[in-house]
């Protein structure tokens, strides 16, 4: 995580004593941060993913989730959804045909 709070400041060209302002903390706790020396408590994660925009998983090395994957339907239920949705409406039709 530490490689990646230093990445991030350096994308943004901020000086660690900005991004430790931010965080209302010390430089060198800051410094702590980036060097893996100090872990970071959740409140002050979730200020850094804020402020540099990321979600909490990037910020922790996390790979964000897959792009879920089309699902592909078997020929079969396909057919019987298909059916069910003509079924359906003709229970309709019929319905509001007696209540006409």
């Known amino acids: 995580m530490h490689d ?4 991030l400041r350096n994308e943004k060209n ?3 004593q900005q991004v430790a302002d931010y965080l ?3 430089r060198t ?3 702590h941060y980036e060097s893996g020396r100090i872990r970071i408590d959740i409140p002050t994660m979730i200020k850094l993913a804020h402020f540099y925009n990321v979600s909490y998983a990037a910020l922790i090395g996390s790979p964000e989730p897959a ?10 239920a396909s057919e019987r959804v298909t ?4 079924e359906t409406n003709q ?6 045909g ?3």
């Open 4 to 7: 990646i709070l230093r990445k």
């Open 14 to 16: 901020l000086t660690q």
């Open 24 to 26: 209302q903390i010390g």
């Open 29 to 31: 706790s800051y410094t």
């Open 67 to 76: 792009q879920e994957e089309e699902v592909k339907i078997p020929a079969i």
């Open 83 to 86: 059916r069910f949705q003509i």
């Open 91 to 96: 229970q309709e039709e019929e319905q509001n």
């Open 98 to 100: 007696h209540q006409g």
